[in-house]
């Protein structure tokens, strides 16, 4: 028995079944890694499983990261946990690709649902390369061969001090990467710019810069190149940050909202 995959829309993400992450076999894991490549965000329901099987289900794919910003899970360095409550609301309320600050930024998410709202709370996927392919020639042209700036500190830096700022600056430089990046296993060149993280275009001016990232959010936000996951408990989905951007719905609050991910290394973006 296989899995099987029931696509979420005409252009991206499939909802799995067959798949039982408490025993994930070889075959289990090669059939889920080329549906990963071909649907780019699988959403598996209904797997009960433990933080540690979590973590292992991850290392499967790579080496996972440490997140040296976000909030962790006690004892679990590679889990990120994003719990939204009534005193604090937290979602990641703007598209971006995961920690695309990093030289070499993630590959892969595979985020579970811990506690989930009654309603709200979605996660929306866009397909950075459909999004690529529906800009206007002369945009694609002129962005083909820029590089885009992307620094920690737009959004992590925020809560630290002149002087941690500075001294994480050193660990986590501003990184460079192509506005349009090529995916290293399927070729596809995909949109690699996001408002939160980049900074500014390289080689164009302020003003050109901040109209250059805003038609290529725009591109992303289009409803035509998304699919939109909701949540249960025990919910996982796991989504290829090479080759899509995501948003958290933020509309449920005072509701409680806690997800956990773990992130897989990439490597750097060409
Ligand atoms: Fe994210």
Redesign the pocket.
């Known amino acids: 028995m296989g899995i099987e995959c029931h696509r979420l829309t005409g252009t991206l993400g499939a909802e799995v079944t067959g798949v039982d992450l408490a025993n994930p076999t070889d075959a289990m894991i090669d059939d889920l890694k080329k549906a990963w490549l071909d649907h780019k965000v699988l959403v598996i329901r209904d797997q009960h499983i433990t933080t540690e099987e979590h973590i292992a289900f991850g290392r499967r794919f790579g080496e996972l990261e440490v997140h040296p910003f976000a909030t962790g899970k006690a004892g679990y360095p590679e889990i990120v946990k994003i719990k939204s409550t009534p005193e604090s609301l937290i979602a990641?309320s703007n598209w971006?690709?995961?920690v695309t600050w990093r030289q070499e930024p993630s590959m892969g998410?595979i985020l579970r649902g811990i506690v989930i709202p009654p309603v709200g709370g979605d996660t929306s996927f866009a397909c950075a390369g459909a999004a690529y392919r529906q800009l206007a020639a002369d945009v694609r042209e002129q962005i083909d061969d820029l590089h885009a700036i992307h620094d920690y500190s737009r959004v992590f830096g925020r809560g630290l001090s002149v002087e941690e700022r500075a001294e994480k600056q050193k660990e986590y430089p501003p990184a460079r990467h192509p506005v349009v990046r090529t995916h290293p296993e399927t070729g596809e060149r995909s949109i690699y710019t996001n408002r939160g993280f980049v900074s500014h275009i390289e080689g164009v001016d302020a003003e050109e810069s901040r109209r250059l990232i805003g038609i290529l959010e725009r591109a992303i936000m289009s409803p035509s190149v998304q699919c939109r996951v909701q949540w249960e408990v025990d919910t996982f989905v796991m989504w290829d940050n090479r080759a899509v951007q995501?948003q958290?719905s933020n509309d449920f609050w005072p509701e409680t909202r806690h997800v956990e991910?773990v992130t897989i290394i990439g490597d750097k973006p060409f």
Request: glycine share 0%; proline share 0%.
């Open positions: 990641a971006h690709s995961d998410s995501h958290a991910r």
